[in-house]
């Protein structure tokens, strides 16, 4: 369910844990958060995290400081922000050039005020820290060790040797 860590910073996406609808400012959130409903997002794994480079579960008091959750976009909001990005690129286009701020691209592209409220109060009532939430509203950064982490999202974090220097992957 993650990426490759690199000595500080995790990197994850949910993509099946919420039902998402097709205008991010609607709440994509429908009831509570359940933890029993976690689910692995495909190629989330690195592929250099094989069995032969697994060095074993981390210690559960290892602080992780910074781990960001990426929320995953719709098909639909994807594909606007794709046509986006190309008219952004075209000299033709009326959109040429023309950035979005980032409470822009979270009117358009993020999670609604209210979902982002209700990841953090659960990640918080899970016992971790949330350091910040993007302004884009489509990722939330937190902390805590990784017993934490493994409890609260249902995962192992391991260590792996890759390339002669020492990794975390969430399993």
């Known amino acids: 369910m993650m990426s490759l860590l690199h000595s500080r910073t995790t990197v994850f996406s949910i993509g099946l844990l919420f039902p998402f609808c097709l205008l991010a400012q609607q709440d994509r959130i429908a009831g509570r958060l359940d933890p029993a409903k976690l689910a692995v ?3 989330s794994v690195h ?3 094989r069995p032969e480079n697994d060095r074993g579960p981390v210690s559960p008091s290892l602080e992780l400081p910074y781990i960001t959750l990426s929320l995953k976009p719709t098909p639909g909001q994807q594909a606007d ?3 986006l990005l190309a008219e952004q690129q075209d000299p033709a286009s009326p959109n040429h050039r023309k950035w ?3 409470e822009q691209y979270a009117d358009r592209f993020g999670a609604s005020r209210s979902d982002i409220a209700q990841i ?3 990640l918080e009532s899970q016992g971790l820290t949330v350091v910040s939430t993007a302004r884009g509203r489509n990722f939330v950064v937190f902390k805590g060790t990784a017993g934490q982490v493994e409890a609260a999202l249902h995962v ?3 260590n792996f040797l890759v390339d002669g220097e020492m990794q975390r992957q969430f399993r």
Do not use: F
């Open 47 to 49: 592929p250099k995290a």
């Open 120 to 122: 953090v109060q659960w």
């Open 81 to 83: 922000l794709d046509r």
């Open 41 to 43: 997002v495909k190629g």
């Open 100 to 102: 979005l701020t980032p």
């Open 156 to 158: 192992e974090i391991h």
